[in-house]
């Protein structure tokens, strides 16, 4: 199995030998599978959580929001705290694995148990309890998968093949995405809010029965030179902040980029639907082409120009192509113009992603990986997922379409709001220009 050695900074983004080195098939099969539950069980709970809350409990929006924001700052919290903790555990399992195990067993457990709150004597007590529900769902599955999962990748991947690997988890991210978008709402019909959470929770306790055992991992027996209280807060400190400056310039450029997406991307449907006037099959088929075109079948390739040609090229080109998609599908206004610039913004994300993803894992301080991988979450989610939507809604609001939908007043959004997130995308070129990088 290829471990990776400490990271030398100063070659980082230096020329790369021409045979990367090769992770066993079992870790494979392991990464691949336990990538593709992760992500299918958090595109269940960021989608069908909501709308259970909302069709089982109680048709008011406002318990939704409060259980995004909620479960958001658990997430963030729990990938520190757990990510910081599994840096400092010692076992004969390893450091990452026993988290991994335990902690997919039992998000598929509260996974499976979420549609309990629909059975509380008041709305009030259910919304209590679904939003109880899923915050503890969201710690297990941030403590297994945002924090350990993405940690042991850095453990066992090198900066010569960090590149393929994050390439073929983004292939399994958009799968699990096509399936939650454009599947579930066929299996909830026939099988019901409970059996379809049922079925999700299972698959993700039997992956981490199946998969777990197979993360392979030495153990650690040097013990941490400083406390835990002393880990968590070192890295606020100046000195550390200076000595680590490019790993924060690349969250910083992460939280940037994010944050331009969620300008749209929350409106997205609704901006095929009621501005462009798609019916509802021709938006569904240009957001699968998309995904299937720019998402799937163009991650591996951007895995493996990441490795050759280096991280910074790639994440910079990805931002003016991000910016210059954007721009073009603001004006796009027929089905083919439409699903091809699409394509042109959809593939530059999953270039973007694909690279941070390794360039962060580079850089993370090789004693402190599980808490940087929490980092990850606090640029890369809470940072662009709170202020990004609030600004596209007050673009909708402000210059968008007045209208009555389904009898209420409101707003149908516009071209501006993509107009504004390409001019918002480039903002991360900035934090990526001044890190110091090698080729």
């Known amino acids: 199995m290829t471990l990776d050695q400490p990271d030398n900074p100063a070659q980082i983004g230096s020329a790369l030998p021409a045979s990367p080195p090769r992770l066993p098939a079992r870790i494979w099969i392991a990464l691949l599978a336990i990538g593709f539950t992760g992500q299918l069980a958090w595109g269940v709970e960021n989608q069908f959580f909501n709308t259970f809350l909302y069709n089982q409990i109680t048709p008011d929006p406002r318990p939704i929001s409060w259980m995004v924001a909620i479960t958001a700052v658990v997430s963030t919290l729990t990938a520190l705290t757990m990510g910081a903790l ?39 007590l259910g919304v209590a309890l679904a939003i109880l529900l899923d915050s503890i769902m969201t710690f297990f599955g941030a403590t297994a998968n945002d924090a350990a999962f993405n940690a042991y990748i850095a453990d066992v991947t090198t900066p010569q093949n960090r590149g393929r690997v994050s390439g073929a988890l983004e292939i399994v991210r958009w799968v699990a995405f096509l399936i939650i978008y454009g599947g579930a709402a066929v299996f909830i019909e026939h099988i019901g809010y409970a059996g379809f959470f049922m079925l999700i929770g299972g698959l993700v306790l039997v992956s981490g029965l199946a998969f777990g055992p197979l993360l392979a991992e030495p153990p650690v027996t040097e013990r941490p030179a400083v406390s835990y209280r002393q880990q968590l807060l070192s890295t606020l400190q100046p000195g550390f902040l200076k000595a680590h400056r490019d790993i924060f310039l690349v969250l910083l450029a992460l939280a940037l980029f994010n944050l331009a997406q969620q300008v749209f991307f929350p409106y997205l449907l609704i901006y095929l639907q009621h501005f462009i006037r798609l019916p509802a099959l021709e938006y569904s088929i240009l957001v699968a082409v998309a995904i299937l075109a720019g998402g799937i079948l163009m991650a591996y390739p951007l895995g493996w120009l990441v490795d050759r040609w280096g991280r910074k ?127």
Do not use: H, N
């Open 86 to 124: 599994s840096d400092r555990t010692r076992t004969r399992w390893g450091r990452r694995r026993p988290y991994i195990f335990v902690g997919y067993l039992l998000w598929g457990v509260f996974t499976a148990v979420f549609p309990a709150s629909a059975l509380a004597s008041s709305i009030g």
């Open 313 to 439: 090229p790639v994440a910079l080109l990805a931002v003016f192509c991000e910016a210059l998609g954007l721009l073009l599908f603001s004006f796009s206004r027929s089905f083919l113009a439409l699903t091809l610039s699409g394509i042109l913004w959809l593939t530059p994300i999953a270039a973007f992603t694909i690279t941070l993803m390794a360039w962060t894992k580079d850089l993370y301080p090789e004693d402190r990986r599980g808490q940087f991988a929490g980092y990850y979450i606090l640029f890369g989610v809470l940072f662009a997922m709170i202020p990004g939507p609030l600004i596209g809604g007050w673009l909708g609001s402000q210059f968008g379409i007045p209208a009555v939908l389904d009898g209420k007043p409101g707003f149908i959004p516009t071209p501006l709001i993509f107009q504004v997130s390409a001019l918002l995308t480039l903002l991360a070129a900035l934090p990526l220009g001044f890190t110091r990088y090698k080729k």
